[in-house]
Each structure stands twice: as structure tokens, then as C-alpha cells.
């Protein structure tokens, strides 16, 4: 009874319209009311340990990481160094494309950030030089979503925060992942660009090359920072937040100089907008989450799923499905914050290695961000190139469909993820 009280109330409120972190907070109280011992008290008392949680204090830093790499020029260069390795071969605009999310996804860990970044350099020049508009938007928007599988990833950090899941051995987990992501699209755009007509770019000489190289090393060293500093033990992710945050500030005020002091401001005031409402989510969703708990409907779940206990793949599988499915009328946070600690419980009682549960579980979520209708980094794209919602998602259905045969190879072969993860055990 419990869990249809906490399905029932959750989706009552969404289809009502009422905002995800509020739905969360109420359903919460529901299941207080259900369980007979509703107290205000305990409900603002979840609502400021959900928000007063140390690890969170890396999510408003590498927002902040991200909103100085856009305006100071870090991309840019990223996109200009893709651009004078590969954008003069067939289709080299498209293979610039990946190249660059996956280094920004290496860089900032937001998927929105990544693909406005992308969009609104890259689709004028597609458009310029004959690509079709609405495949060009799909490929920026399954690149972006790289981002929160490429550490620095804010989703693993909620992810970890939340599942108590070891945010370093996420952060690890996701590069093999992200990887192949990248690869995949490389394949899946070799196919869709055969039949394209479009103008080359010129090819750039060596020295120019070198030029961008030499421009865009300081955005290249970030990651190696971020991963050898993590690696090595010298910070934790939420210091490795602040020297993401510091160093972006540094470059982008002393090295490239495209932000002077007086527009900081500004950049501060956006980060911290978009930091209280992620925030807000984790706060509202511990009241759901604690009383998820004491309600235990992990418990309940599990003796749904138990035919399938025994079969880690399976179930693994089964909970694709209700990820995907999930993913089409929530975003990524929301799902991280409602059925991680319902489904990480459940996984690691059938066997599952929690970090690669909580990779695939990110991996799988990320999907919702670019098929309708919820899809937002797609409208992202749809916004910037000026196409309809319709037309984009024609576009993008061949790198969605390379996704989907990733996911289920990870599936099949969950080694892939664990065993980079334990040879640096």
C-alpha cells in the first residue's frame, strides 16, 4: 500500500503541474500522513540535512566552472582545436562535434552547458556549409550528454550523495563509458554523413594547428588536473570542484581575457541561480527519500522483483526499461533523487556492483535528455537552431539507436565498467 501511496502521489502531483521539488516534499508528507506520524518538525528538519550535505558543496562550483568556461573562451578554443585536427575531411564538422563534447564533458560535467556551448558555435557553421539542420542539432544533442558520464559528472555527484555510493569510484567508472559513447556517435555519424553533399573546410597547415593546440592547452589540462589530483589522493571531488571553479577563473581572466572583472558578477548571479534549484531538489527529496526508508519500499520492490534476484543481467535490464520509461516524462535529477535510493538497494541485494549500478543508472537517465517529450537538452538544441521539436528528433533517432546498443553491451558485459575500476584499486 505504501508504494502505490508514493507512485500515486509523486505522478498525481506532476500531472497536476506542480514543480518536481515541491511534488517531492508533499509526497513525502503523504507517506507520513499514510504511516500515521506526519510532524512538520521532521519534515524542515530532512528538508535542511538534504541541503546541508558536504559532498553537495561541489555542485555549486562546477556550475560556476562551467558558466567561466563559456564566457571566457574555454570552448571556444576547444571547438577550434577539433576544427584544425579533423574539419577538413569528409563530414570533419560532425567529427569536430564529438571531439569537442567529449572534451568539454571532461571539463564542466553539465550537459546543458556542453550543448548550448555547442549549438550556438557549431550549428551556424554546419548550416553554413550544407549540413541538414536537423541531424546536425541530434549529433550536438547526443554529444552533450556525454557530459554527466565524463568526470567531473554533477549527476554522479547527486548520485552518490544520495545512494551513499562512492562519488571517486563513479567519477572512474565513467570514463570507459563516456568513451565508448564518443566512439559510438564516430560510427553512427560515418554512416549518416555518405550521403551528405556538403562544403569541406579548409585544411589547416601544421603551424596553425600548433597555434590552437597551444591556445586551447590550458582547457586541456583541467581534466588532467581534476583526474590525476582525484587519482592520486590529493583532493576530493568537492575540492576538485573548487580547483575546477579556481582555475577556470584564473584563465579566464589572466590567460585569454575574455571576462574582466566587472563581468562576474553577472556569471556568479546565474551559477548561484542555477545552484538553489538543484539544491532545492536534493533538500525536497530527502523528505521522500527518509520516509522511502521507514515506509521500506526497497523491501517491497524486492519481493515484486524476486523471480529476478538471481539474475543480476535481467533485472539490470528490467531496470533499463523503467529508467527509459521514466525518462520520458522526468528529467535526470528528479529520476537520480526518487528511484536512486529506492533501486540501489534492491541492485545490490541481487549482486550488482553499486558504482557500476550507479554508472548505468546516469548512463540510462541521460537518454530521457534527448528523446521526447521531456528531452531538454534537445530543446536546448531546437531553441539555438531555430527547428521545431518534431524535426530534431528525426534527426537524432540514429545516434539514439547507437545509445540504446551501447546500453545493453554494458548489460551484457558489465566487466567493461568494472574492470578499469579495478585495476586502479
Known sequence: ?????????????????MPIAFALMLTGVALMVHLDFFDAQLVAQNMLSGADNYPLMAVPFFILAGELMNAGGISQRIINLAVSLVGHIRGGLGFVTIGASVMLASLSGSAIADTAALATLLIPMMRDHGYP?????????SGGI??????PSMPFIIFGVTTNTS????FMAGIVPGLMMGTGLVLAWMWVVRGMEVKLQPKASWGERKGALLEGLWALLLPVIIIGGLRGGIFTPTEAAVVAAVYSLFVALFIYRQVAVKDLMPLFVQAARTTSTVMFLCAAALVSSYMVTLADLPQQMNEMLAPLMGHPKILMAAIALLLLAVGTVMDLTPTILVLG???TPLAVSAG???TYFGVMFVLIGTLGLIHPPVCTVLNVVCGVARISLESATRGIWPFLL??????ALLIAV????????????
Open 352 to 354: 550488482i556492483d553499486p
Open 414 to 425: 558489465p566487466e567493461i565498467v568494472t574492470a578499469p575500476l579495478h585495476m586502479f584499486r
Open 1 to 17: 500500500m505504501a508504494l502505490t501511496v508514493f507512485l500515486s502521489s509523486l505522478f498525481g502531483l506532476m500531472l497536476l503541474g
Open 167 to 170: 562519488i571517486s569510484s563513479l
Open 146 to 151: 556525454i557530459a554527466p558520464i565524463i568526470p
Open 402 to 407: 547507437t545509445y540504446l546498443v551501447l546500453t
Open 341 to 343: 535510493p529506492v533501486l
Open 133 to 141: 539542420v536537423p541531424r546536425s542539432a541530434g549529433l550536438i544533442a
